[in-house]
T-cell receptor, first 118, second 111 residues
């Protein structure tokens, strides 16, 4: 079945550091990838939608200069949290939508990245 | 009003019990509906899609009432392994294949 790999799974770093998270679709081509953020006891909140070869579309309230998204190929999207601060600590999850005909899953999720900024 | 609303719980039930979760959504143009399961510190996993006619998958039954904008999930003969957070998820339509997640209902199945 469709698999999405997300790396790293856990990051702890100092305030002011930039952190890059990778999301790869391993056995399918993903025309669209989504980036979510989830704070404790809250729902997944969509941050941005990324289409291969074009600029990402950010949700209201998400700073595009802080959360840089690159979707350079049909199998890879990256999210870079620039100059991260403690309030950016969260669980970041990517998902991918297959280019193929709609399957039983609307989106295939990565394992998530737990980001902790000290 | 939140786009997707759920009772956060937790629901503490004994093993073997039947438990029902409810969800309401605000956008009447929403096109498709799902229940996802999320274990602690893990990614969400699709449990089942929800169809207008209602659908069943083993011990799980999902129902949709478009007129009331209401979705339900029934779990029969609950197992310890059913303990998780159940997320009501809606595709609001309008293109883009976005998903809107509820905050989830936590279920704890106990001996």
């Amino acid at each position: 079945g469709a698999v999405v790999s997300q790396h790293p799974s856990w990051v702890i770093c100092k305030s002011g550091t930039s952190v890059k998270i990778e999301c790869r679709s391993l056995d399918f081509q993903a025309t669209t990838m989504f980036w979510y953020r989830q704070f404790p006891k809250q729902s997944l909140m969509l941050m941005a939608t990324s289409n291969e070869g074009s600029k990402a579309t950010y949700e209201q309230g998400v700073e595009k200069d802080k959360f840089l998204i690159n979707h350079a190929s049909l199998t890879l999207s990256t999210l870079t949290v620039t100059s991260a601060h403690p309030e950016d600590s969260s669980f970041y999850i990517c998902s991918a939508r297959s280019r193929q005909k709609y399957s039983n899953q609307p989106q295939h999720f990565g394992d998530g990245t737990r980001l902790s900024i000290l | 009003r939140k786009e997707v609303e759920q009772d956060p719980g937790p629901f503490n039930v004994p093993e073997g019990a039947t438990v029902a979760f409810n969800c309401t959504y605000s956008n009447s143009a929403s096109q498709s509906f799902f229940w996802y399961r999320q274990d602690c510190r893990k990614e969400p996993k699709l449990l089942m899609s929800v169809y207008s006619s209602g659908n069943e998958d083993g011990r799980f039954t999902a129902q949709l009432n478009r007129a009331s904008q209401y979705i339900s999930l029934l779990i029969r003969d609950s197992k310890l392994s059913d303990s998780a957070t159940y997320l009501c998820v809606v595709n609001p339509g309008g293109g883009g294949n976005k998903l809107t997640f509820g905050t989830g209902t936590q279920l704890k199945v106990e001996l």
